[in-house]
């Protein structure tokens, strides 16, 4: 079992990046890094305290409020962000491999998909070419101009299971249309956002609109409660999203939320598994299911379900549950002993309740330490079972049948999320139509995709707001309309 070897600097363990410094953390309270594949320690690093959360806020404020950021025209910042995007691919590796450590992510996984956060800072530097900030419109007395501005200071939230790739969601759009933007890292994966505040201050961007802070509940709650933080955008769990819109609509913050999913992959009667299960198999259960995106509901025509159950259980089987910096592992552990506990109470949940189970179940064998799960399917799965309505967030995933389209549909948005999904059937027009059926923010036909330039977020208890493509930098925006007579 291969160790966390990766050298870091000093800053990263023991400071805050506020106001453009490194300030040496001064809660005695700090967070202890444990290795999913190992339960070995492998770091600690400070919490933020009360002190240190305002001083972060109140970075991001003077820099909206006196700093020359918002002030700058588009290409300017442009030419910041594309600065930033270069020191960012500067430190792709490091950043891989942090994911790898801190929650179990294999190396293999992670180096793939880690250009996907790296894209996104390249799209925002684009997009500001020729994003039209404002424009005018004809009136009966002379015209208006609309003008699009940044809505302020941005407190930026993210998860654990995804930390660079979510905080690219988000960071490059923010800067973007002009915020200014305080990070609050996951005390489960804290090392992304510094490594990331190095890459800001390689890149010269200006003091205070980037400021990061490690926090845990209270302190977190500090932030967005705080009258300084005009627009907060999250990604994580629907209680804690709950949490933060009902604090934001007191005082009519602005918010982002991505809660999570339960999304189904429907298999129309044509379908040819030969092509669909190699497109879909990897993103039913990437990362172990712990990605908000996961095709964990398998729907198929009730005339071949038994072939699409058969085949797709064949297809998990031959995933490689193992060391995570091995380079030939499918699956890692899963992130600490409470997941893995609360990954097996829905296992049992499903037994309990009737589905029958076609692999999986328990513990991967051959591992006397880590969180190691074996890939799950169930059938014989109807929509009222707990496992076909809440989101595991684990390698578990069951296969349903539909008598029709129609049922397969309903089977589809019978759920109380909406964030993706996807249509596999040998006509993608008719795939397409289908996907227009189904209520939920995110499909794909025939594979799957995430685009840097198309909108990301869901429906329902999915979220609200979109990130990427412009609609990902206008949520960081607000809209003022002035009318002006016509000109003499």
């Avoid at 690219?168 to 994966?189: D, M, Q």
């Avoid at 990427?468 to 930098?473: D, K, R, S």
Wanted: with cysteine; glycine share 10%; proline share 6%.
């Amino acid at each position: 079992m291969a160790a966390f070897t990766v050298d870091l600097p000093d800053e990263l363990l023991h400071c805050f990046y506020t106001g453009g410094r490194w300030i040496p953390g001064t809660s005695t309270r700090r967070v202890t890094l444990v290795s999913p594949a190992t339960e070995e320690e492998m770091l600690s690093l400070p919490l933020a305290n009360g002190v240190e959360v305002a001083r972060a806020v109140a970075a991001a404020r003077a820099a909206f409020d006196s700093g020359p950021w918002p002030r700058m025209s588009a290409a300017e910042r442009a030419g910041y962000l594309q600065r930033f995007a270069d020191e960012i691919r500067a430190r792709l590796g490091l950043l891989a491999r942090l994911w790898t450590a801190q929650v179990g992510a294999p190396l293999r996984f992670a180096e793939g998909l880690i250009h996907a956060g790296e894209s996104r800072f390249d799209h925002f530097a684009q997009l500001l070419d020729d994003y039209a900030f404002s424009e005018r419109r004809s009136t009966a007395r002379g015209h208006a101009r609309i003008v699009r501005e940044p809505v302020g200071v941005a407190a930026l939230i993210a998860p654990w299971n995804a930390t660079f790739n979510i905080f690219a969601h988000k960071i490059p759009a923010a800067l973007a249309a002009g915020c200014t933007v305080v990070l609050k890292s996951p005390v489960e994966s804290p090392l992304d956002a510094l490594v990331i505040a190095q890459a800001a201050d390689a890149a010269g961007l200006p003091p205070g609109v980037l400021n990061v802070i490690t926090a845990d509940t209270r302190e977190s709650a500090q932030l967005v409660e705080s009258q300084a933080v005009d627009k907060i955008s999250f990604t994580g769990s629907v209680p804690t999203g709950r949490r933060i819109a009902e604090a934001a609509a007191r005082r009519m913050a602005r918010t982002t939320l991505e809660l999570g999913g339960k999304s189904a992959a429907i298999l129309l009667d044509d379908v040819d598994l030969s092509t669909a299960l190699p497109a879909l198999t990897p993103f039913t259960m990437p990362f172990s299911g712990q990605i908000c995106f996961s095709q964990t509901r398998i729907l198929a025509p009730l005339g071949r379900l038994t072939e699409v159950a058969e085949a797709y259980t064949s297809s998990v089987r031959a995933l490689r549950v193992g060391d995570p910096w091995d380079p030939a592992t499918d699956l890692g552990p899963v992130l600490n002993a409470r997941q893995y506990q609360r990954v097996l109470g829905y296992v049992e949940a499903g037994r309990r309740e009737g589905a029958r189970l076609l692999t999986g179940g328990g513990r991967s064998a051959g591992f006397d330490r880590g969180h190691y799960l074996d890939p799950t399917v169930f059938t014989d799965v109807t929509p009222e079972m707990t496992i076909a309505r809440e989101e595991i967030f684990g390698p578990v995933v069951t296969v349903q049948g539909y008598q029709d389209v129609d049922e397969a549909v309903r089977l589809a948005n019978d759920t109380d999320f909406g964030l993706s999904g996807s249509v596999f059937g040998a006509d993608a027009e008719r795939a397409f139509e289908v996907a227009l059926r189904v209520n939920t923010g995110h499909l794909a036909v025939n594979g799957f995709e995430i685009s840097p330039n198309v909108p990301f977020g869901g429906r329902k208890l999915s979220g609200l707001g979109r990130e990427g493509g412009p609609e990902g930098l206008e949520s960081f925006l607000e809209t003022k309309a002035v009318f002006m007579p016509t000109a003499p």
